[in-house]
């Protein structure tokens, strides 16, 4: 496979949490939109195991469906979404780090015809989404 058609990155985020309330604000997807600005609604076809798939509504109108592709409860999960021929993997990870705080990282994985293009694309905001749920957690504290 050409190396244009294999692309990842990283982020990484203190926040002041411990892993549970981390984890309890990912399987809570009716209020990702809360600290998410990119879902507008989220759909979830089960319990949030590997094999659930969500659907989710996007502001601009599109609609994106995934799949959990692996689940640790309070570490991480997995999501898997194709993009015309390019497939989108995006981990969500938590680590402890001291008593009060953990380590967020979200890595994103693509391969196909356009991996960088979406991979830049659909990461662009990662930051930004981090930020909000940190600070959603603080608030709920």
Known sequence: MNEDNVWSK??????????KAIWQAFVDTDNWKRWNPGVKSITIEGPFHRGTWFTMALPEGEVVRSQLTDVSEEKYFI???WVDETRVNVEH????SGSEQSILIYAI????????AFGEGISADFPEVMAGLAKSLAQTG
């Open 93 to 96: 990870r938590i680590e402890a």
């Open 10 to 19: 990283s982020f990484t985020l203190t926040v002041r949490s411990k892993p």
């Open 109 to 116: 994985s693509t391969q196909g015809p356009q991996a960088k």
């Open 79 to 81: 999501d898997e979404t």
